[in-house]
């Protein structure tokens, strides 16, 4: 029997790249292969790409080009940002603040640099939909502190933390506010100005651009101690040659964005999820904000069911999505997120992400809503614990 065309709703782990971005990136893997470090024209010629893309990206998030540093992605802009700024700020104060549900790129940077480099970390607790309250924030805050941390979205609940009040209320302070904008970013509007942010990050690969790509926003004249060492690129504060044709590419996929009309289509396409689901499969929850989130996401678990066995299949079913748990050496763990906020291990290690995008269409939800039943009820089944309704 032939399988269906599967549905991917699995778009806050990767987008596919847009044809018009691949359409840009082309000639700089074909034919402008130049090292942009070099003089000679081969070299002027990928140089000028890369300029134009720092121009436009700047222009995007209300920047100015000087303040674009090009890296590999998310996960070296997060790092680049908390401890490139934190060593830099150093001698003024050693007190840094993040949250318990960022990703394990910022978490684990300043794990390091508690257990490392001695600095003094405290880790915010977030309200049982999983957004940090201002008032924890500021009582947090201490005559030494130098750097917050926190992501504008959470990638597994699509909470959106109350960071316009947080930035403004820390550059009153004159601490540091670096924004993880890797899972918000070309899913909403975001202007440096507006968030009152000091270092921002973003990954390309979110967005329907290239994977290996990314960028911080560094505000002009803060120190920033580098984490790649060896060469003078990127002022000196990012080592090694820019990949150009990612460069533009990601430059592309940042200009292509729908931003406000896409988050309010998928929003009422995952409350039409969140709807038919909860109306015809009993035990189940939803986790996060219910409004205050991306609209794209929607994080449920479901009672007396095993995580794993629910992806597995979901995607027998050509349904890709993925778990609010991460694989890690063989065996699976509950989500240090969804810990956080307080939801039982149990419905923990029974989670699904459905995460939706632009190929995303009122079709897919209700083939989704239609064979939902069925593929819980299995798992149901297999674990013992079958459900009557």
Known sequence: MKRSTPIYLDYNATTPVRREVRDAMRPFEEVHFG????????????RAAIDGARETLAGILGARAHEIVFTSGGTESDNLAVLGAARARASG?????TAATEHHAVLHAFDYLKSHEGFDVTVLPVDESGRVRPGDLFRALQPDTTLVSLMTANNETGALHPVLEIGAALRERGILFHMDAVQSFGKQRIDVRDFSVDLLSISAHK???PKGVGALYVRSGLPLTPTVVGGFHENQRRAGTENVAAIVGMAKAAELAPWKQEDQRLFGLTEKLWNGLSARIGGVHRNGHPSERLGNT??????DCDGENLLINFDLEGIAVSSGS????????????LAAMGVPETLARATVRFSLGLATRDTDVATVIDKAPAIVARVREHSGKAWTS
């Open 207 to 209: 967005f329907y651009g």
């Open 326 to 337: 991460a694989c890690m050496v063989g065996s699976v763990q509950p989500s240090h997120v």
């Open 298 to 303: 929607l994080n449920v678990s479901f009672e």
């Open 93 to 97: 104060g050693r007190h840094l603040i």
């Open 35 to 46: 090292n942009p470090s070099s003089m000679h024209a081969f070299g002027r010629e990928t």
